[in-house]
């Protein structure tokens, strides 16, 4: 076990990856890089502002669902992401005296990662379909779902209930898309980050003051701005109810700082964008 690990110690262990084409692997033993990893979490504001945020919800989480996480005893940035993992379930469990279920699944998991799983006990499940989406008690799972495609999310979102969403941050992993674009392609992600958006700008006029005056606009500038208006094509509006969903709003619990507590760390892009997201019904 390490123990006190500092930065330079996760660095010296990350040097410790050899490249393989895309792929990264430790010579240290799996089991050694995952404590590494797990001590430096430990002393990071990224997990205590992530442990903070969950605390409300501890005793509702019953499970966690994990899914895309890549090959995690291969991959630097999974292996990191697997520890993360480690580190939510064992602050559940301590928190609430009890052991919570895992369910986890990727398809490009190898017979070694297989095998390791199933070697953790009858908590642990590797399970491509979650068999628990109608159970109606939606607020019981924690998704955790690093690095996840679109596609994905978007199916995710389509059979599922997820209220606790620990991914990629919705608004900036979706900004290349126009909102039709995004609509007509992944419309269920498409209306959280509708409903994100507007509390998005709420909080900036908020914190930038822009409710409390009106600033003065020059009389030439309002007439250049009337002429540019008139030149610009209407954007159509998008029918955001035309998609039966069940959930009703979307919010950030938090995105760490603005990503400030993600960002030039040890475990590098093993994280990016990573957000807490609460999905309401």
Same mark, same amino acid.
């Not at 084409?21 to 033993?29: H, I, L, M, T």
């Not at 509702?60 to 090959?71: E, F």
């Not at 992401?81 to 602050?91: G, K, P, S, T, W």
């Not at 955001?240 to 990503?259: H, Q, R, V, W």
């Given at each position: 076990?390490?123990?006190?690990?500092?930065?330079?110690?996760? +660095?010296?262990?990350?040097?410790?990856?050899?490249?393989?084409?895309?792929?990264?692997?430790?010579?240290?033993?799996?089991?050694?890089?995952?404590?590494?990893?797990?001590? =430096?979490?430990?002393?990071?504001?990224?997990?205590?502002?992530?442990?903070?945020?969950?605390?409300?919800?501890?005793?509702?989480?019953?499970?966690?669902?994990?899914?895309?996480?890549?090959? =995690?005893?291969?991959?630097?940035?999974?292996?990191?992401?697997?520890?993360?993992?480690?580190?939510?379930?064992?602050?559940?469990? *301590? +928190?609430?005296?009890?052991?919570?279920?895992?369910?986890?699944?990727?398809?490009?998991?190898? +017979?070694?990662?297989?095998?390791?799983? +199933?070697?953790?006990?009858?908590?642990?499940?590797?399970?491509?379909? =979650?068999?628990?989406? *109608?159970?109606?008690?939606?607020?019981?799972?924690?998704?955790?779902?690093?690095?996840?495609?679109?596609?994905?999310?978007?199916?995710?979102?389509?059979?599922?209930?997820?209220?606790?969403?620990?991914?990629? *941050?919705?608004?900036?992993?979706?900004?290349?898309?126009?909102?039709?674009?995004?609509?007509?392609?992944?419309?269920?992600?498409?209306?959280?980050?509708?409903?994100?958006?507007?509390?998005?700008?709420?909080?900036?006029?908020?914190?930038?003051?822009?409710?409390?005056?009106?600033?003065?606009?020059?009389?030439?500038?309002?007439?250049?701005? *009337?002429?540019?208006?008139?030149?610009?094509?209407?954007?159509?509006?998008?029918?955001?109810?035309?998609?039966?969903?069940?959930?009703?709003?979307?919010?950030?619990?938090?995105?760490?700082?603005?990503?400030?507590?993600?960002?030039?760390?040890?475990?590098?892009?093993?994280?990016?964008?990573?957000?807490?997201?609460?999905?309401?019904?």
């Amino acid at each position: 076990m390490v123990v006190g690990t500092s930065f330079m110690d996760i +660095e010296e262990t990350r040097t410790q990856f050899k490249k393989t084409g895309k792929k990264a692997v430790p010579a240290a033993s799996f089991e050694q890089n995952v404590q590494a990893n797990r001590d =430096f979490l430990k002393k990071s504001e990224f997990l205590s502002d992530l442990l903070e945020n969950l605390q409300p919800h501890l005793n509702n989480i019953k499970k966690v669902r994990c899914v895309a996480i890549g090959n =995690f005893q291969e991959d630097f940035p999974a292996t990191f992401q697997f520890a993360l993992l480690l580190e939510i379930i064992d602050h559940i469990n *301590n +928190e609430t005296s009890r052991d919570i279920l895992i369910s986890l699944y990727d398809p490009i998991f190898t +017979e070694n990662e297989m095998h390791y799983l +199933e070697s953790l006990g009858d908590k642990w499940v590797i399970q491509e379909n =979650f068999s628990e989406i *109608n159970t109606g008690d939606y607020k019981s799972v924690l998704y955790f779902l690093p690095h996840a495609p679109l596609d994905l999310t978007e199916r995710i979102l389509a059979s599922e209930c997820p209220h606790l969403w620990l991914a990629n *941050n919705m608004i900036s992993h979706t900004d290349r898309y126009t909102k039709a674009k995004l609509f007509e392609k992944y419309p269920h992600l498409g209306k959280l980050v509708h409903y994100l958006q507007p509390n998005l700008v709420a909080e900036t006029k908020k914190q930038d003051g822009a409710d409390d005056f009106t600033a003065f606009v020059p009389k030439r500038k309002r007439k250049n701005k *009337n002429n540019s208006t008139k030149l610009k094509v209407k954007i159509p509006d998008i029918d955001y109810g035309s998609i039966a969903t069940k959930f009703t709003s979307c919010k950030i619990l938090t995105d760490f700082d603005e990503g400030k507590y993600l960002k030039e760390r040890p475990w590098i892009n093993s994280f990016s964008d990573l957000t807490l997201h609460a999905i309401g019904y």
